[in-house]
């Protein structure tokens, strides 16, 4: 069974500054889709980003973008110039080929002005 | 707004009352997804549906769930006698067929608290 792991519970970063968030995943599919999503408090998960597997270009949304490294199965997520908006949970996410979205326990952003 | 919504957004009940949550998905997407998430976690899948096709059930949607998507527009969430360990956000999401079927959109939740 497919599993995805953040390691880091919570993490602070200045505001203005770069941050990694880290995931790791363990499958044994060869095509697969990972995201991360982003949980505000107390409103919606909203998709950040996404990453095919078959692609070796690591996929850029404006500040954010991702660090895929699929034989090590890590997907790691960058945050420049960080801003207060983007504080909330982060969740990594794996979708599985019975197309199932397997969530991480997530990683709380808190931005620091 | 053409988002997928979700109603109520909250809601409080009695141990073993039952209740019934709705979701309507972003128009002509084919595939609704239902997901638990209790606090400190990530989502967890319950069960989805192809257009009224109710495909796949999690080990998690016990006998007491039941879910349906009758014209393969909005769906409901019922949970009968409902037990304090179903305090949860109840999540769902919707992907439109084909290319970029693998994203999934999600709503705010339904917050459920039992009593």
């Known amino acids: 069974a497919q599993t995805v792991t953040q390691s880091q519970p919570e993490m602070s970063v200045q505001e203005a500054e770069t941050v990694t968030l880290s995931c790791t995943y363990d499958?044994?599919?060869?095509?697969?889709?990972l995201f991360w999503y982003k949980q505000p408090p107390s409103r919606q998960m909203i998709l950040v980003i996404r990453?095919?597997?078959?692609?070796?270009q690591n996929a850029t949304e404006n500040r954010f973008s991702v660090n895929f490294q699929k034989a090590a199965k890590s997907f790691s997520l960058k945050i420049s110039d960080s801003q207060l908006g983007d504080a909330a949970m982060y969740f990594c996410?794996?979708?599985?080929?019975?197309?199932?979205?397997?969530f991480g326990k997530g990683t709380r952003l808190h931005i620091l002005p | 707004d053409t988002g997928v919504s979700q109603d109520p957004r909250h809601k409080i009940t009695k141990r073993g009352q039952n209740v019934t949550f709705r979701c309507d998905p972003i128009s002509e997407h084919n595939r609704l997804y239902w997901y638990r998430q209790t606090l400190g976690q990530g989502p967890e899948f319950l069960t989805y549906f192809q257009n009224e096709a109710q495909l796949e059930k999690s080990r998690l949607l016990s006998d007491r769930f039941s879910a349906e998507r009758p014209k393969g527009s909005f769906s409901t969430l019922e949970i009968q006698r409902t037990e304090q360990g179903d305090s949860a956000m109840y999540l769902c999401?919707?992907?439109?067929?084909?290319?970029?079927?693998?994203?999934?959109?999600f709503g705010p939740g339904t917050r459920l608290l039992v009593l």
């Open positions: 990453q095919e597997a078959y692609k070796q």
């Open positions: 996410a794996y979708r599985s080929y019975d197309d199932k979205i397997i």
């Open positions: 499958t044994s599919e060869s095509d697969y889709y």
């Open positions: 999401a919707s992907s439109p067929p084909l290319a970029g079927g693998e994203t999934q959109y």
